[in-house]
Each structure stands twice: as C-alpha cells, then as structure tokens.
C-alpha cells in the first residue's frame, strides 16, 4: 500500500498545464509519468489540460485528493494564442530566435510557453485560489529532479511572508541590478537568458493578473514587431526595467529550483 503524503501547510496554491504538444521531443507516457509524480506529492494543484488529456486524468479517483482540481482547456482560445494568431495574420510569419533548438523551440511552444502568467491569473480570477500567493509550476518538473519526493515535501510547508509583495522567480544567471548581463530587445529576440529557469514563479494572489498584464503586453509589443520569444526573455526583460517587481534567487534546473530560501518566509 502507498504511503500517504503528508500533509500540506502552504500559503500557495501552484497552476499547471499539460498540453498534448505537436512538436514535443518527448514521448506522451514520459509527460504522463512526471505528471503523476507531480500530483502524488499531493501539492494544492489547478491543472488546466488540453481534451486528450482531460479526458485521460478526468474522474480518475487515484489520482485525486482535497487540493486538487483539474479544469478543460482549449489551448487555442487563451490570449496569448489568439494575439500570436492575429500577428500572424496581419504581418505574416512570426521570426522566432535564430539561436535556438529549432526542433523544440517552435512557434506552439514559445506561445505555449508564454501563456503561464496568463493560466495564473485565471484561476485566481475564477476563483481557484484561496490562498495569498499563487505559483505557476512546470507539470514536468519531476524531469529534473534528483530527489523528487524531500524537495516536494519542503515545498508543501513552504509558507511565504505576507510582506513580499513582488513575483519570486528562481535563476541560473545574476540579473543586471544585482550585476548581471543587461539585457536588450536585441538581446531577448536573439537567444535564451536563463537569468531566471522557467519552471516555477510564485506571485501574491492580489498582483497575479499584474504580473500576468505586464507580461503580455511586452509579448504583444514584440508580435507587432514580428517577433516571439520564450516567456524567461519576457521576465528577464521585465524585471530590469521595472526594478523590484520581481525577487530573484539562485537555482539552476534541478531541485534548487524548488527550494525557495528562508528569508522569503
């Protein structure tokens, strides 16, 4: 028999979204077993899910417990596609980095990418979240981590103070205020800037679709320029330019990308 998880005392409820991906380079059941490692930790967890896999995990009873809570989604339909869709229209193909892994780095994926503020926001907006802070979190983070089960547990009891009132994001590279590389349009069209990883954001409830408000409209200022870009070049040009809105801390893609440091509790 399983052993249950313990309990959760987090202040945060984490947002996820799996989406059946054209161009994904990894096969559908490796997707669903770094989901299913995510959703046994039991987190407070909003899943949005495309119809394949909605109808995969919908009513399945294993799988679920008091915090979690899957919800339909038509992929298509959000912001964020619609906006990559009219540029399209208006101004023809959209130039996409040129250094990038052009199998992976697609135009569906930078969109896909791109709509993780958005997916927040709207489950703060239709009630989804009661909690003060809300996060986004990859639904394949188990891929990167070593000790899945110790670094979900901590992340269940992290609480995070009511004083912060910026988006916390972990990062591989120094920002420019803090010493870091600046920065430019140039810069963010032309290739990644890992100053932050991508797989986790926290953000106070309250600033939620802010943060996500921000974010689109610099994705929507670039599509008018013809160009898309992955949603980390988005933040790390934000956060330069808007000093304070976003809190940094040092992590790469593993475990330390969960591990959020004591003094933002």
Not at 10 to 37: C, G, H, M, Y
Not at 101 to 126: P, S
Not at 145 to 156: I, M, V
Request: include cysteine; hydrophobic fraction near 45%.
């Amino acid at each position: 028999m399983a052993t249950a998880a313990a309990p959760s005392s987090t202040n945060i409820t984490f947002v996820s979204v799996i989406i059946k991906n054209p161009d994904d380079q990894n096969a559908t059941i490796k997707r669903i077993e770094w989901l299913l490692t995510l959703i046994r930790a039991e987190l407070p967890l909003v899943l949005y899910a495309c119809p394949f896999f909605y109808g995969l995990f919908q009513g399945q009873l294993d799988i679920g417990y008091p915090g979690f809570k899957i919800l339909p989604l038509d992929i298509s339909a959000t912001e964020i596609f619609t906006h990559v869709r009219m540029a399209t229209e208006q101004r023809g193909p959209i130039h996409l980095p040129a250094m990038r892994n052009t199998g992976k780095d697609t135009e569906f994926f930078c969109t896909l990418m791109n709509t993780k503020t958005e997916l927040v926001a709207r489950a703060v907006r239709d009630g989804h979240v009661a909690t003060p802070f809300a996060a986004f979190i990859d639904a394949s983070i188990a891929k990167v981590l070593q000790n899945p089960g110790a670094t979900f547990a901590r992340l269940k009891q992290t609480v995070v103070s009511n004083k912060i009132t910026s988006v916390i994001i972990p990062g591989c590279r120094t920002p420019f205020d803090m010493g870091g590389v600046q920065q430019t349009k140039d810069s963010i069209l032309s290739h990644i800037c890992w100053v932050f990883c991508g797989g986790l954001f926290i953000v106070p409830s309250a600033r939620a679709m802010e943060w996500h408000i921000r974010c689109r409209e610099l994705v929507v200022e670039l599509l008018m320029e013809g160009h898309l870009t992955w949603e980390v070049n988005v933040w790390a040009y934000l956060a330069q330019q808007t000093p304070g809105l976003v809190l940094w801390f040092s992590a790469d893609h593993n475990d330390s990308m969960l591990t959020v440091p004591d003094y933002f509790m």
